[in-house]
């Protein structure tokens, strides 16, 4: 993801000896000052990709190993720079970087609930959502019959009707796994009292 700093990656020789050797990177037209080396570890300028930092960005590197003015091995790796990602409950408006906060909730007890999907920006990164943690007023909840879900496909949480819950908070987290493979918690806090 793009930061504020430049990522670090490491070269990992699998055994090869590299006494007397040293990695440089193959110079692509274009990426000159894309990413350097140093020892065995390549640093991809933190400024490199989308100057707004809104736009996905990719890079091939190839860094190879040379011995006596030859190169002797040589891999090729690509980078991919996505845009910070954000998931909440809530609104997220990425062109003022402003996000309104949706996490706490006050409903009835004992009335069912059904929440507004949660927020996951930039939208092409949505894959899948999934049920982490209840709590109770900060204390494990077991939720032995089954009355909060979530929707897998829009990470929407459900409350069934029952007259089993007692008043409280209950925090219930759900995970998002994005389409990167990288995976982001939220939480919603359902507030129920009587009335």
Do not use: C, W
């Not at 440089?24 to 991809?44: C, R």
């Not at 219930?172 to 129920?192: C, D, N, R, Y």
């Amino acid at each position: 993801m793009y930061g504020d700093q430049s990522t670090d990656f490491e070269i990992d020789p699998l055994g090869l000896p590299i006494t007397g050797a040293s990695f440089q990177l193959v110079k692509k037209d274009g990426q000159e000052n894309i990413a350097s080396i140093t020892g065995t570890h390549i640093k991809l300028a933190k400024d490199a990709g989308d100057p707004e930092k809104k736009a996905e960005k990719s890079f091939e590197l190839t860094p190879e190993l040379i011995k006596d003015g030859f190169p002797v091995a040589a891999t090729t790796f690509r980078v991919i720079l996505i845009p910070q990602i954000k998931f909440l409950f809530g609104q997220y408006y990425p062109d003022l970087n402003l996000t309104i906060d949706f996490s706490l909730i006050h409903i009835g007890l004992s009335n069912g609930y059904v929440s507004a999907a949660p927020t996951l920006y930039p939208e092409k990164y949505k894959s899948a959502f999934e049920l982490v943690s209840i709590q109770k007023d900060g204390l494990a909840f077991t939720d032995s019959e089954k009355l909060f879900s979530v929707n897998a496909q829009t990470g929407v949480v459900s409350v069934k009707k029952s007259d089993s819950l007692k008043a409280g908070n209950y925090k219930v987290t759900i995970k998002a796994v994005t389409t990167t493979g990288l995976e982001f918690t939220a939480s919603l806090t359902l507030a129920m009292s009587e009335g």
